[in-house]
């Protein structure tokens, strides 16, 4: 299905569960769920980054892949906005990255300075969002998460559905 591809670490979108235990015959993974999606997790490493790696899969097809930074290692919100800048600056090397952070209580929007005071009290979500091919990315950085995910063309209309039957 890939034709010399990847889109997420060795895999292509609509690889299945089985092509995932291939590729990645020694590695242990967590299984879950989320509404219509099976979530398959490991530990592993982003530009020396400690994170989860989830693989997230819709009928047996792969759609989406996942970096969730470890929160445990994290002395406060400076290191977390410093995994975020570096893993940033990576993304940027590679793809056209837009910045759309959104900001809940602007008190510190001009004050680069206490950028992680107001992560650290939610009052801003970073934001950045770009394209390879047919793969959307997003990397995000708010109070409770960090989270930068690759996801294909299917995951996107599984995430609008899910948005338009919330309301």
Same mark, same amino acid.
Do not use: C
């Given at each position: 299905?890939?034709?010399?591809?990847? $889109?997420?670490?060795?895999?292509? /979108? &609509?690889?299945?569960?089985?092509?995932?235990?291939?590729?990645?015959?020694? !590695?242990?993974?967590?299984?879950?769920?989320?509404?219509? *999606?099976?979530?398959?997790?490991?530990?592993?490493? *982003? +530009?020396?980054?400690?994170?989860? +790696?989830?693989?997230?899969?819709?009928? $047996?097809? *792969?759609? !989406?892949?996942? @970096?969730?930074?470890?929160?445990? &290692?994290?002395?406060?919100?400076?290191? =977390?906005?410093?995994?975020?800048?570096? #893993?940033?600056? =990576?993304?940027?090397?590679? @793809?056209?990255?837009? =910045?759309?952070?959104? /900001?809940?209580?602007?008190?510190?929007?001009?004050?680069? $300075?206490? *950028?992680?005071?107001? #992560? !650290?009290? %939610?009052?801003? #979500?970073?934001?950045?969002? &770009?394209?390879?091919?047919?793969?959307? +990315?997003?990397? $995000?950085?708010?109070? %409770?998460?960090?989270?930068?995910?690759? &996801?294909?063309?299917? /995951?996107?209309? +599984?995430?609008?559905?899910?948005?338009?039957?919330?309301?």
């Amino acid at each position: 299905m890939s034709f010399g591809q990847t $889109n997420f670490r060795k895999m292509s /979108w &609509g690889d299945s569960v089985e092509d995932l235990k291939k590729t990645y015959p020694e !590695a242990t993974f967590e299984k879950g769920s989320e509404g219509e *999606l099976d979530i398959f997790v490991q530990e592993g490493n *982003l +530009i020396g980054i400690e994170v989860f +790696i989830a693989y997230v899969f819709y009928e $047996n097809e *792969l759609v !989406a892949g996942t @970096y969730m930074p470890t929160l445990t &290692g994290y002395a406060n919100s400076k290191d =977390r906005l410093r995994d975020f800048y570096s #893993i940033s600056n =990576r993304l940027n090397e590679k @793809y056209t990255m837009e =910045r759309e952070d959104n /900001w809940v209580d602007t008190t510190y929007k001009d004050d680069p $300075n206490s *950028l992680d005071h107001a #992560i !650290a009290t %939610g009052d801003v #979500i970073l934001v950045e969002m &770009g394209e390879a091919g047919d793969t959307k +990315i997003i990397h $995000n950085l708010s109070k %409770g998460e960090h989270y930068l995910i690759y &996801g294909s063309t299917k /995951w996107v209309e +599984i995430k609008k559905r899910e948005q338009k039957d919330d309301f």
